[in-house]
């Protein structure tokens, strides 16, 4: 169920934006590594506060 709901969040901003989307994909790639990785870090550790939160 949690990989269903991740995929739903995730296609929303494609789904409703294709063109807001496309540019958010560009300014990624623009990004180095390291944002990169940091904002995958912030992503993980507010998935875990979440799952604290709700649990």
Do not use: K, N, T, Y
């Not at 929303?12 to 180095?32: A, D, I, K, T």
Request: proline residues 4%.
């Amino acid at each position: 169920m949690a990989l269903a709901l991740v995929l739903v969040i995730e296609g929303l901003m494609p789904f409703l934006s294709p063109g807001g989307w496309r540019r958010m994909f560009m300014q990624v790639l623009q990004m180095s590594d390291g944002q990169i990785r940091f904002f995958g870090l912030c992503s993980v550790l507010l998935g875990l506060a979440l799952l604290a939160l709700l649990s």
